[in-house]
């Protein structure tokens, strides 16, 4: 915690600092424009939306029952699955969500307790600065106020950005279709939340192992669990920072990176790695025409000099021999 | 009357069409030209290639490829565009040198520069088009939603415009070979202006390539992944482009001989010295860029395992070794050296084009290496439009003016 | 064969265990059998053998909350509040868990569901028995047969 703790607030200052110094940067221009060195736009933060809901898995609690997965399936009228859902065979791999599987659960050996196996339930973790909407040339993600990051197909052309933006490989692809692929992901049951139900995998796990709430609430409720059983938890509550923080969290036992969670994101939203990039388009926009033609302007200026020189110089010569 | 009109009408088509399209020559004559080994090996990649294309808009991308959830890009976007676009800075760079920076002595190369750029970029497109779920929505990003902080937004953008900006900068060539006067007068006025938005789009393109893996820093292999991304991608299209301009105008002498002057055979050599020593001295700057890029992220552990190896034989061996070898050919005016130094420098580009979009991307996901080797219909459909490419950009040089003069036409 | 003489021995045996577990309930007003049926749209009521389950915890704080957790109950629900006889003064008035346990409330998170409040209470023994916790059929092997009317409805 310590560490996160730092982190945020070397982040709050290196922000300050690299806004202050956008003006200065913008005098330098130049080389340093393409060198990406601009940190900060000057954009206003945005720590998210108020009171936006999220989800809480605790690792320890889930026996892998896979009722999520059914629940999942039925309420968005996913094609049936190639193996039922009571079958446990597919534990033998480790999946990730697919074109037709919004969420899988996979299984990991427990090394304190061989008898007592420990499931990770994969989804769309509806980041807080979503690098799939970021990613979009088309605009067809929308970080909804309410929390679920949702995908519209009918504005998306299928370019595929967003997976690779996406830090947790989440969108799925639907690589068989020739006429209308498109991305399936996760949409944490955004209908039902605005019927005032809850995400049906959260409504299915019979050990309440998924829990929704407003993402607040559950931060709270996850350190509280952590702080009451130390023993049984580790002190991570993932998705806090990960990424920028994301609507969906994670209480485990064991250490995350021994789940396959992937655990050398940076605590930045992944857009503020490109915004140096982005800051200087507008840049170099209107300073290259300028720098350009003035370049040209000199070197024709230079050569008419020249050139009127050589003339003058023809002239004399002429008007030399004349005499 | 009428009839006679007609007539004449066609007569003149007729000998328009044999004069510009078949080179003056008839049908049959126009034909048996066209059987060399070269044809016949295009028409064999061709049979096998064009009918996968077909199949992959018939029945979806996983036909032809091994495109999946964890891995969705593969050899098209690797090798077609981002291996292809800063290839096609040729454009940019020779234009800007010409125009721009004055270097007049290289007017026989701008053409070739321009046209191969023009190409490259059009290509460019047609990759992405084979490897759009849905390709005929390419103008989305223009007309339907406005992702203003993607990347990729930025490349869409700035690609469209300069194809554009690059075919416009072609219309005196094209209106030469037309035998225009008047509009080509117009046509030869834009050119500063464009040449200008070239060097904009340019830039900003060839960096955006980069900056388009600055948003997954977990995914791509440390050693590639830099926040200065951005300069490597473009101080790299620019030798790119030169060493390619040195590779094509060597082949177009070698090959296209019927298609060029004693302007452009005569000054190559002197030429593609010049060239080389630009490319050296980008190559150099690269090579630095790259070790300070490794010193800011402080990675020089990573270079003792298995992808330092493969990131130390891509800047040695793709970028220290041609800079090296062009510095000797330079040095003692050897024009076959330095070809094949630029011939390294070329393949050094799309060695690290790869890496960085293939091969270093998704490194830690178990079997990575497994996953990335393309299955042969991939290979083939590849192979397909490289040869279109080729067999467009030969019939293209047979007819226009790009690599000789046409008569009548003063230097713009 | 011997078949008499086990069954004589199997019946008493089960004549003894019940009396004892009556004697037990008796004494302490629990009950033997609890009929968990709250999902039993889904899945088959449970037929939860109370006073078997008492008696291999142990204590009724095993699965009941004994010390205040939470805001629910004050100490004068089960205790005498006299300091001389306050521990001995238990009155064993352990609520059933649906007495508070209802259904899911988003605003409260930290409150389980009944469904969560039971199954996390079964866990804490059965994971890793019979197939709970490693293999998702062990559940309604154990426990609970899927409703029939939920077969029905599919």
Redesign the interface.
Same mark, same amino acid.
């Given at each position: 915690m310590d560490k996160k703790d730092n982190n945020s607030e070397m982040k709050k200052k290196s922000r300050t600092v690299s806004r202050r110094c956008f003006l200065g940067t913008m005098a330098a221009l130049g080389g340093s424009i393409l060198l990406g060195d601009i940190q900060a736009s000057a954009y206003e933060e945005f720590s998210g939306w108020p009171d936006r809901y999220g989800m809480l898995t605790d690792l320890t609690a889930c026996v892998g029952c896979r009722s999520c997965e059914k629940a999942c399936n039925e309420v968005n009228n996913l094609p049936p699955p190639e193996v039922p859902f009571d079958e446990k065979s597919v534990f033998k791999e480790k999946r990730r969500p697919t074109a037709h599987a919004y969420t899988v659960v996979n299984r990991y050996e427990n090394p304190q307790d061989k008898d007592r196996p420990i499931y990770r339930k994969v989804q769309c973790n509806h980041c807080n600065e979503p690098a799939c909407a970021s990613a979009c040339p088309i605009h067809a993600y929308t970080k909804t106020p309410e929390g679920p990051v949702l995908y519209d197909p009918e504005k998306c052309f299928g370019c595929r950005y967003c997976m690779i933006a996406c830090p947790f490989y989440v969108p799925a692809y639907d690589y068989e279709s020739a006429f209308e692929p498109r991305i399936v992901k996760c949409i944490m049951c955004y209908g039902r939340i605005k019927d005032g139900l809850i995400p049906a995998c959260a409504e299915a796990c019979p050990v309440e192992a998924i829990t929704f709430g407003k993402r607040d609430d559950l931060i709270k409720l996850a350190r509280k669990k952590i702080m009451q059983n130390p023993d049984r938890y580790i002190d991570h509550i993932y998705g806090e920072y990960e990424a920028g923080g994301t609507s969906w969290l994670y209480i485990s036992g064991v250490p995350f990176e021994q789940l396959d969670f992937p655990t050398d994101i940076s605590d930045k939203p992944p857009i503020e790695h490109v915004e140096g990039f982005l800051s200087a388009v507008p840049v170099v926009l209107t300073v290259w025409p300028a720098l350009f033609g003035t370049i040209y302007a000199s070197l024709r200026h230079r050569e008419n000099l020249e050139e009127e020189n050589n003339q003058n110089r023809k002239k004399e010569e002429e008007r030399k021999d004349e005499s | 009357m009428n009839h006679s009109d007609s007539l004449e009408k066609s007569v003149d088509f007729r000998s328009w069409f044999m004069d510009k399209l078949l080179m003056g020559q008839t049908w049959p004559e126009y034909m048996r030209t066209l059987v060399t080994p070269f044809n016949i090996l295009a028409a064999v990649i061709l049979s096998i290639g064009l009918p996968l294309i077909a199949m992959r808009f018939m029945y979806g991308l996983t036909v032809v490829t091994h495109a999946s959830n964890d891995y969705p890009w593969g050899l098209f976007l690797g090798w077609g565009l981002f291996g292809g676009v800063p290839l096609s800075a040729t454009g940019f760079v020779m234009g800007t040198a010409y125009y721009i920076f004055g270097f007049k002595g290289y007017r026989p190369l701008v053409r070739l520069g321009l046209l191969a750029g023009f190409l490259g970029y059009l290509f460019a497109v047609i990759y992405l088009l084979v490897d759009l779920g849905r390709p005929w929505r390419i103008y989305y990003p223009m007309l339907i939603g406005y992702g203003t902080a993607s990347v990729l937004f930025l490349v869409a953008w700035h690609v469209a415009l300069y194809l554009t900006v690059q075919f416009l900068e072609l219309t005196p060539a094209i209106l030469e070979w037309l035998k225009s006067r008047r509009v080509y007068r117009w046509a030869t006025m834009i050119t500063i202006a464009m040449t200008i938005a070239g060097i904009i789009l340019s830039t900003l393109h060839q960096s955006a390539l980069g900056a388009m893996f600055l948003i997954a820093p977990g995914k791509l292999h440390p050693l590639w992944y830099s926040p200065y991304i951005t300069v490597f991608f473009l101080t790299s299209s620019i030798y790119a482009a030169l060493a390619l301009v040195i590779l094509i105008s060597a082949i177009a002498a070698r090959f296209l001989k019927n298609a060029t002057d004693n302007n452009f055979l005569g000054n190559l050599g002197k030429l593609t010295i010049g060239l080389g020593k630009g490319t050296t001295v980008c190559l150099y700057v690269y090579f630095v860029l790259k070790v300070i890029g490794i010193a800011h992220g402080n990675h020089w552990d990573l270079l003792a395992t298995p992808y330092g190896y493969w990131f130390i034989i891509e800047i040695a061996g793709f970028v220290l070794l041609p800079a090296l070898i062009l510095t000797y050919a330079v040095k003692s005016k050897r024009v076959g050296v330095v070809r094949f130094g630029a011939l390294l420098a070329v393949a050094g580009i799309i060695v690290n084009r790869i890496n960085v979009s293939i091969i270093a991307f998704n490194w830690k996901l178990p079997d990575h290496l497994h996953h990335i080797i393309p299955p042969w219909p991939e290979v083939a459909v590849v192979l397909a439009i490289v040869t279109i490419h080729i067999l467009i950009f030969r019939w293209i040089l047979n007819r226009l003016p790009v690599l000789r003069e046409a008569p009548g036409y003063k230097a713009h | 064969m011997k078949k008499p003489i086990v069954i004589v021995v199997a019946v008493s045996a089960c004549i003894v265990f019940l009396a004892s577990v009556y004697s037990y309930a008796a004494d302490h007003r629990v009950p033997k059998v609890v009929v968990l049926d709250s999902i039993a749209q889904n899945y088959k009521a449970v037929t939860f053998d109370h006073a078997t389950h008492s008696m291999i915890a142990e204590k009724c704080g095993t699965c009941h909350h004994q010390h205040s957790v939470g805001d629910r109950r004050s100490c004068m629900e089960c205790h005498t509040l006299d300091s001389s006889i306050f521990k001995g003064s238990v009155a064993n008035t352990f609520l059933p868990c649906k007495d508070c346990h209802g259904i899911?409330d988003?605003? =409260?998170?930290?409150m389980?569901?009944l %469904? $969560?409040a039971y199954? =996390?209470k079964c866990?804490q023994c059965h %994971? $890793?028995m019979n197939g709970?916790?490693?293999?998702?059929?062990g559940?309604?092997e154990t426990c609970h047969a899927k409703s029939s009317i939920h077969e029905v409805n599919k």
């Amino acid at each position: 915690m310590d560490k996160k703790d730092n982190n945020s607030e070397m982040k709050k200052k290196s922000r300050t600092v690299s806004r202050r110094c956008f003006l200065g940067t913008m005098a330098a221009l130049g080389g340093s424009i393409l060198l990406g060195d601009i940190q900060a736009s000057a954009y206003e933060e945005f720590s998210g939306w108020p009171d936006r809901y999220g989800m809480l898995t605790d690792l320890t609690a889930c026996v892998g029952c896979r009722s999520c997965e059914k629940a999942c399936n039925e309420v968005n009228n996913l094609p049936p699955p190639e193996v039922p859902f009571d079958e446990k065979s597919v534990f033998k791999e480790k999946r990730r969500p697919t074109a037709h599987a919004y969420t899988v659960v996979n299984r990991y050996e427990n090394p304190q307790d061989k008898d007592r196996p420990i499931y990770r339930k994969v989804q769309c973790n509806h980041c807080n600065e979503p690098a799939c909407a970021s990613a979009c040339p088309i605009h067809a993600y929308t970080k909804t106020p309410e929390g679920p990051v949702l995908y519209d197909p009918e504005k998306c052309f299928g370019c595929r950005y967003c997976m690779i933006a996406c830090p947790f490989y989440v969108p799925a692809y639907d690589y068989e279709s020739a006429f209308e692929p498109r991305i399936v992901k996760c949409i944490m049951c955004y209908g039902r939340i605005k019927d005032g139900l809850i995400p049906a995998c959260a409504e299915a796990c019979p050990v309440e192992a998924i829990t929704f709430g407003k993402r607040d609430d559950l931060i709270k409720l996850a350190r509280k669990k952590i702080m009451q059983n130390p023993d049984r938890y580790i002190d991570h509550i993932y998705g806090e920072y990960e990424a920028g923080g994301t609507s969906w969290l994670y209480i485990s036992g064991v250490p995350f990176e021994q789940l396959d969670f992937p655990t050398d994101i940076s605590d930045k939203p992944p857009i503020e790695h490109v915004e140096g990039f982005l800051s200087a388009v507008p840049v170099v926009l209107t300073v290259w025409p300028a720098l350009f033609g003035t370049i040209y302007a000199s070197l024709r200026h230079r050569e008419n000099l020249e050139e009127e020189n050589n003339q003058n110089r023809k002239k004399e010569e002429e008007r030399k021999d004349e005499s | 009357m009428n009839h006679s009109d007609s007539l004449e009408k066609s007569v003149d088509f007729r000998s328009w069409f044999m004069d510009k399209l078949l080179m003056g020559q008839t049908w049959p004559e126009y034909m048996r030209t066209l059987v060399t080994p070269f044809n016949i090996l295009a028409a064999v990649i061709l049979s096998i290639g064009l009918p996968l294309i077909a199949m992959r808009f018939m029945y979806g991308l996983t036909v032809v490829t091994h495109a999946s959830n964890d891995y969705p890009w593969g050899l098209f976007l690797g090798w077609g565009l981002f291996g292809g676009v800063p290839l096609s800075a040729t454009g940019f760079v020779m234009g800007t040198a010409y125009y721009i920076f004055g270097f007049k002595g290289y007017r026989p190369l701008v053409r070739l520069g321009l046209l191969a750029g023009f190409l490259g970029y059009l290509f460019a497109v047609i990759y992405l088009l084979v490897d759009l779920g849905r390709p005929w929505r390419i103008y989305y990003p223009m007309l339907i939603g406005y992702g203003t902080a993607s990347v990729l937004f930025l490349v869409a953008w700035h690609v469209a415009l300069y194809l554009t900006v690059q075919f416009l900068e072609l219309t005196p060539a094209i209106l030469e070979w037309l035998k225009s006067r008047r509009v080509y007068r117009w046509a030869t006025m834009i050119t500063i202006a464009m040449t200008i938005a070239g060097i904009i789009l340019s830039t900003l393109h060839q960096s955006a390539l980069g900056a388009m893996f600055l948003i997954a820093p977990g995914k791509l292999h440390p050693l590639w992944y830099s926040p200065y991304i951005t300069v490597f991608f473009l101080t790299s299209s620019i030798y790119a482009a030169l060493a390619l301009v040195i590779l094509i105008s060597a082949i177009a002498a070698r090959f296209l001989k019927n298609a060029t002057d004693n302007n452009f055979l005569g000054n190559l050599g002197k030429l593609t010295i010049g060239l080389g020593k630009g490319t050296t001295v980008c190559l150099y700057v690269y090579f630095v860029l790259k070790v300070i890029g490794i010193a800011h992220g402080n990675h020089w552990d990573l270079l003792a395992t298995p992808y330092g190896y493969w990131f130390i034989i891509e800047i040695a061996g793709f970028v220290l070794l041609p800079a090296l070898i062009l510095t000797y050919a330079v040095k003692s005016k050897r024009v076959g050296v330095v070809r094949f130094g630029a011939l390294l420098a070329v393949a050094g580009i799309i060695v690290n084009r790869i890496n960085v979009s293939i091969i270093a991307f998704n490194w830690k996901l178990p079997d990575h290496l497994h996953h990335i080797i393309p299955p042969w219909p991939e290979v083939a459909v590849v192979l397909a439009i490289v040869t279109i490419h080729i067999l467009i950009f030969r019939w293209i040089l047979n007819r226009l003016p790009v690599l000789r003069e046409a008569p009548g036409y003063k230097a713009h | 064969m011997k078949k008499p003489i086990v069954i004589v021995v199997a019946v008493s045996a089960c004549i003894v265990f019940l009396a004892s577990v009556y004697s037990y309930a008796a004494d302490h007003r629990v009950p033997k059998v609890v009929v968990l049926d709250s999902i039993a749209q889904n899945y088959k009521a449970v037929t939860f053998d109370h006073a078997t389950h008492s008696m291999i915890a142990e204590k009724c704080g095993t699965c009941h909350h004994q010390h205040s957790v939470g805001d629910r109950r004050s100490c004068m629900e089960c205790h005498t509040l006299d300091s001389s006889i306050f521990k001995g003064s238990v009155a064993n008035t352990f609520l059933p868990c649906k007495d508070c346990h209802g259904i899911y409330d988003p605003s =409260r998170p930290g409150m389980p569901g009944l %469904r $969560g409040a039971y199954h =996390r209470k079964c866990f804490q023994c059965h %994971r $890793g028995m019979n197939g709970i916790g490693t293999d998702p059929k062990g559940c309604n092997e154990t426990c609970h047969a899927k409703s029939s009317i939920h077969e029905v409805n599919k």
